[in-house]
Structures are given as C-alpha cells and as structure tokens.
C-alpha cells in the first residue's frame, strides 16, 4: 500500500470528502492506513461500518486502521474498542490537516471533539479527482434542523456554508482538471447560504457555478429539500439544460400526519406541486425520493398515501 486507502460508506459528501482525506492523510505520512469513513443514518449503516473495519484488518493486515465518519463521530467508544481499529477521528478532525499530522506524530487512539461547537465554512474544496468524468463540490455541512427520525445533526453539526466565490472558484478548478460532471454536494444543501452575510439562496450558487463555468458539460445536485427549493434554483433546474435532468427530494412520507410527526416543513400538497411544476417545465426530469416505511404511529392508509405519490 503507497497511499491511504479511503472505504467510503452511506452519502455523496462521504464520497466527497474521502477524497480530500485521501491526500490529508497521505500529505501527513499516513500511506499504510486504511481509513473507514462511516455512515449512520440507519442501524444497517453502522452495521455494515463495523463489517467493512473487518474485512480491511483481514485484508491488509499490517496497515493501520482509522475510522471517522458520523458513525464514529456519535460513538467513538463502539469503534475505539474493536480490536481492529488503530484510531477514531471525529468529522471536524478529519478534514483537518494538522489532526492527521497529530495522529501520524502522537498515535493518539481517539480524536473526536464537539461537532456541535464547530462553526467554520464547509469549504474542504480539491483541485480534482483523476482521470474520472465526474467530481464532487462539497458547498455545505451540518444541519440544523430537527426531524424526528434523524441522527445526522449530531454527527454533522450545524450547517455552514462555503462561501459563494469559494464555491465558483472550486468549480472552475475542478473544470480546468477536465471534469464534465460536477455534483454540488452537503448534509442540507438547500440550506446553502444561511449563514452567509445575506442570506442568499442555493439559487443564487448554481446560478453563479454556471454563468462563471462555460466549459462545465453538466451540474448535478445531490438529495434536496422541496421545502427550499428558492424561484432562481427552480428556473435553473427547469430551464437550464446544463443542469442534470435529475432530481433526488427528501420526501420521507406522503401522508402530512406521520410528515408532522416526523417534524418535516413541507406537505404531501407540497412535494405534489413541485413535481407538477418541474414536470410541466422539464418533461423529461425523473424524480427520486427518500422515503420511510413503517414511521412510528404509521398505518396501512398512511403508507398508502406514501405509495400513491
């Protein structure tokens, strides 16, 4: 093994984000380590997090193991004490160059602070991926919302947003590297900007991506919420033909009882509209969604509603 070995579970920010590991940890001397970069969104999540650690200790027994991700970051403890894993990082940690810089000189066994506390932009941007077509632009992290059946907060912290010239100029890099494809990635991407002096919306972003990237072949957004989609992001995605024809909503139900009781901001009449609205102006777009089954309190008519959207 010459460099680290990234095993990337669950999201595209995962995905995003192992990459920039990839060249932190190896920057920092770290080539024989393979590093589990976690999932919890589910308990299947965390359980196929635990199976990967395995199956890396038996295939590379001489290489360091470390394990980061929210998984890692809800329960450092669960991870520290298997007899394969070498180390923990939290997700602040792991973007960071001088903790790996302190785990590569120390060998500190658990590095995992308080994501809650952090605060700094989301902005970890790499100049490329290789010789691959598509590339990831990491422009948010965290989440400050509260829905009921989500852990992800807590293993994230608060949204921040990279800011809107760091995101155009990451963009423009990752072009120049000859990528086609950029897919704009986050925990909460529709909440882009929110922290940001002014407020502007994720509208605003993609738009700026795409007047200042000419070249770009296509934009691709990763899962978003229809309770934010803004008027600019909805015209971009309706009639800019550079933007992926493709669109992942965060649904979770389709019954406005268990969507309440889920604490979710927007309604089955909601998630109807917008689609109505996308498919009148975008005839092609396929739409995808994230949907739970069996939510607490949840019955046969309630799924059906779900199953009907």
């Known amino acids: 093994m010459t460099e680290p070995r990234i095993i990337s579970l669950g999201c595209r920010l995962n995905l995003a984000e192992g990459e920039a590991m990839r060249r932190l940890a190896g920057g920092a001397g770290q080539g024989e380590t393979v590093v589990v970069n976690s999932c919890a969104v589910t308990n299947e999540a965390v359980r196929q997090t635990r199976q990967q650690i395995r199956r890396a200790r038996r295939e590379n027994p001489a290489a360091r193991i470390v394990v980061t991700g929210c998984a890692a970051q809800l329960d450092p403890d669960a991870f520290s004490t298997m ?4 180390a923990v990082i939290g997700n602040a940690e792991k973007l960071d160059p001088a903790a ?5 000189e120390s060998g500190a066994r658990v590095a995992v602070n308080d994501i809650m506390a952090v605060r700094e932009n989301a902005a970890h ?3 490329g991926y290789g010789d691959r077509a598509r590339a990831f632009l990491q422009v948010q992290n965290g989440c400050d919302h509260r829905c009921t059946f989500c852990v992800i907060p807590f293993g994230r912290g608060p949204s921040r947003s990279a800011p809107l010239e760091d995101a155009v100029a990451g963009a423009k890099r990752l072009v120049a590297a000859g990528h086609k494809e950029i897919v704009l990635t986050g925990v909460d991407m529709t909440s882009w900007g929110a922290d940001l002096p002014g407020a502007p919306r994720l509208g605003r972003l993609v738009a700026a991506i795409l007047d200042e990237t000419p070249d770009l072949f296509r934009l691709r ?3 978003i919420d229809c309770a934010e989609i803004d008027d600019a992001l909805f015209e971009r995605l309706a009639a800019d033909r550079r933007v992926a024809p493709h669109l992942h909503l965060s ?3 389709g019954s ?3 969507l309440k009781r889920m604490k979710r901001r927007h309604t089955r009449e909601d998630a109807i509209a917008l689609s109505k609205a996308l498919r009148a102006r975008r005839p092609e777009i396929a739409l995808g969604a994230d949907l739970i089954a069996g939510f607490p ?3 046969e008519a309630m799924f ?4 009907a959207l």
């Open 221 to 223: 957004l990763s899962s």
């Open 297 to 299: 309190t949840e019955t």
């Open 256 to 258: 406005n009882l268990i």
């Open 100 to 104: 790996w810089a302190a785990l590569a």
């Open 304 to 307: 059906e509603e779900t199953l």
């Open 83 to 86: 007899a394969e894993v070498d």
């Open 125 to 127: 941007l790499i100049d």
């Open 251 to 253: 649904l979770q139900a």
